[in-house]
């Protein structure tokens, strides 16, 4: 006889199924194909039809129905010259164009470092239509550990890198999780960002980086519960932890850690390097 599934495997086996889905999706991370700074006067872009420029403020796109550009918004050619405005770290998925139904590719418009760019999204591009799911290690509670949040008085900005040498990031730190790793007897200390409903993020390097997994990656957590003594308690379950979308592509502008997130430990859970044989 055998004995009951086990709850928190099914629910991980879920987890999985719902960030594959994700990543397989048409215009998803994985069909990133290209990333240019907008010029400060009109001019084409490498792949992309039209006339591109931004006075800094504004960006603007020059086409006519020919050039086969499509508004993401409305359907409708692009025609003469139309502009958007982005706030730093907005992203606006504004055209298409290209394959038989000229929606192959879409042209996002992003804001970083306080400066404009076109990514491109391809939904034929081969690292989209050869995934078959991200490699992870095999799933084990003991990775699922209880910590406490201890928060700031109020959230501070912490400059960060990106996975783009040219975008500089800011963490918003709004405390810190404390923990132990399984078999270990040291306390970390990690700086968390907050997330929508309450939920926190901490983005961390560990040991296993550049052997069997990506520069870095990052954990999500449910909201700290409040205990009776006034402390916060979170579960991070490590099986989670997963990559940036810069481990697939390199047109990312993924934030980088903050310089104290470094585990001096293995976390042999979560997702491994996509590529392997790299």
């Excluded at 799933?139 to 949040?149: K, M």
Aim: aromatic share 10%; net charge negative.
């Amino acid at each position: 006889m055998t004995g009951a599934p086990d709850a928190g495997f099914e629910r991980w086996q879920r987890f999985r199924a719902n960030r594959n889905n994700a990543l397989a999706a048409r215009d998803g991370w994985l069909s990133l194909t290209s990333f240019a700074w907008l010029a400060d006067s009109p001019a084409a872009v490498e792949g992309v039809p039209g006339l591109w420029s931004t006075d800094g403020t504004t960006a603007a796109l020059t086409a006519v129905p020919a050039d086969g550009l499509s508004l993401v918004e409305t359907g409708g050619p692009v025609d003469g010259t139309v502009t958007a405005a982005l706030a730093d770290g907005e992203s606006l998925m504004w055209v298409r164009f290209g394959g038989p139904n000229g929606d192959r590719v879409m042209v996002e418009l992003a804001m970083r470092g306080g400066r404009y760019a076109l990514r491109t999204r391809d939904s034929a591009s081969p690292v989209l239509t050869a995934f078959a799911g991200v490699p992870t290690f095999p799933y084990d509670p003991a990775w699922e550990v209880t910590g406490r949040f201890e928060p700031y008085p109020e959230p501070v900005a912490v400059p960060i890198g990106t996975a783009n040498p040219l975008v500089d990031g800011v963490h918003r730190t709004v405390g810190e999780v404390l923990f132990r790793l399984p078999g270990g007897s040291h306390e970390f200390r990690l700086q968390a960002e907050e997330e929508k409903l309450g939920a926190l993020t901490v983005t961390f390097h560990d040991e296993t980086n550049g052997d069997t997994t990506d520069d870095w990656r990052k954990l999500s957590m449910p909201r700290p519960r409040p205990n009776p003594d006034g402390t916060f308690s979170v579960v991070l379950d490590f099986n989670r932890a997963i990559n940036y979308p810069s481990a697939f592509t390199p047109y990312g502008t993924c934030p980088m850690p903050v310089r104290n997130n470094s585990l001096d430990a293995r976390v042999e859970a979560g997702e491994k390097r996509p590529f392997p044989e790299e």
